[in-house]
């Protein structure tokens, strides 16, 4: 179940394929330069949004969680599309002076974030400096029970 407005909406993720079709619609919305934040604890569904925001991107994968690398770039598909810089900022929580930017910068990534669409995940407080435009998402999950409940809002 879903509920959907201009700037953002709410559903209840029953399936591991719900989340993906949650982020395969949000992924139609993004365009090169925009930021998503994926927030929730552990478990909660992050990297699996992040993989349906990767099929409606179409990028090459496979998208998996970037928890040791910090940051994958997945090249597009289709000349022209933006690529999708996954990251990951859980290694980075317990440095709360990080430098996002210098950090993404140092990883010599081969691709500019204005020409893609960045993926962070644990970024919540932090990724938003990299864009104007962000989309916030937050994935809880219900107790005792598989299911996850997202919320998600663009911010501008």
Known sequence: MAEQGPDGGTATLERVEDTVALGSRLGEQLRAGDVVVLCGPLGAGKTVLAKGIAVAMDVEGPITSPSYVLARVHRPRRPGAPAMIHVDLYRLLDSPGADLLGE?????????????????????????????????????????????????????
């Open 104 to 156: 993404l910068d140092s990883l010599d990534l081969d691709t500019d974030l204005q020409d893609a669409v960045v993926v962070v995940e644990w970024g919540e407080g932090i990724a938003e400096r990299l864009s104007e435009r962000h989309l916030d998402v937050r994935l809880e999950r219900v107790s005792h029970s598989d299911v996850r409940l997202a919320t998600w809002r663009w911010a501008r």
